[in-house]
């Protein structure tokens, strides 16, 4: 914003913004009324903020355009799968902003790119600008962007398809179903110094969006007393198909929750290879 020739002016202090913070700092040279969603951060305690609503009544009592840059576009109600939602998409349109910004690859599980919605005048003003040109996104954005979008014309359609609010959504049976076949291919494939179990554990879902939340979910805990997890992670990290996981009190972790159709056949080969893998794993020793 600086960059584009504009002074920003903060308003109200880092907890506690009022309208009249807002009111206070409108003079003359005042071009615009912007509100960042804290997508990717969270602000605790005493705090308070003005509402988007709230905010575009002041602006058109001043003839100053509101804008919300939202981070994260949520098209979806995640607060039926346990989450505390993110503003939808759909109610700040609605509440009058006059541009509007939002990711096109977080909750909304598209590509990677920034859509702006708004207003004709201020877009038509935004397209003028030779920057629009420079950033402009290439045909296969666009056509990927569109086949995630027409997914939103059917909320359900939207939640089966898009693997972000499919794995939101994943309940826990499922969970458990998962990590009960997961664990029986492996121990019939698993070398013997190589335990596997089960633990409870939390999805954090991360990816720019609902910063501080998890969801409760089935882990699949892979361990070893005779090499470290650190190793084990290094080694399905390094497999053909790299397996990422984490690692937490010794126990290499899969979160059954993000594992996808043909992941298990993967994972039941990489453990297969763990014998050879570890006796000849040089680089990897010292972890
Ligand atoms: C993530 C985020 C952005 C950047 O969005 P990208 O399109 O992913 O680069 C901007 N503003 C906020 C508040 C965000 O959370």
């Known amino acids: 914003m600086s960059r584009s020739g504009a002074r920003l002016r903060e308003v109200g202090c880092t907890n506690r913004t ?38 575009v009544e002041l602006g058109r009592k001043h003839e100053v355009p509101v804008m919300q840059d939202l981070g994260s576009g949520c098209f979806v109600d995640v607060t039926p799968f346990g989450l505390q939602g993110e503003p939808l998409v759909q109610d700040t349109v609605r509440s009058g902003a006059d541009v509007i910004t939002f990711s096109g690859d977080k909750l909304l599980g598209g590509t990677q790119a920034g859509i702006i919605l708004g207003r004709s005048e201020f877009i038509a003003e935004l397209r003028r600008n030779p920057l629009t040109r420079a950033l402009r996104v290439d045909k296969l954005t666009l056509a990927a962007l569109e086949a995630t979008l027409r997914l939103y014309r059917d909320e359900d359609t939207a939640i089966q398809a898009i693997p972000t609010l499919k794995m939101i959504a994943t309940d826990q049976k499922t969970l458990v179903d998962r990590a009960q076949v997961l664990v029986k291919a492996l121990r019939a494939n698993i070398p013997e110094s190589i335990e596997v179990t089960i633990m409870d554990g939390s999805s954090m879902v991360g990816g720019g969006a609902l910063p501080t939340q998890t969801l409760p979910t089935k882990l699949v805990a892979i361990s070893s007393k005779e090499v470290s997890a650190a190793r084990l992670e290094a080694h399905f990290r390094g497999y053909v198909v790299p397996i990422i996981g984490r690692v937490e009190q010794e126990h290499f972790l899969l979160d059954t929750r993000t594992l996808q159709p043909g992941d298990k056949e993967v ?4 453990v297969g290879q763990l014998d050879i893998s570890l006796q000849s794993s040089g680089p990897t020793i010292g972890l």
């Open 18 to 55: 009022h309208l009249s913070d807002y009111e206070g700092a409108i003079g003359p040279e005042t071009a615009l009324l912007l509100d960042v969603h804290a997508s990717n951060y969270q602000i605790v305690g005493f705090t308070a903020e003005v509402g988007l609503e709230e905010l």
């Open 267 to 270: 994972i039941v080969e990489a």
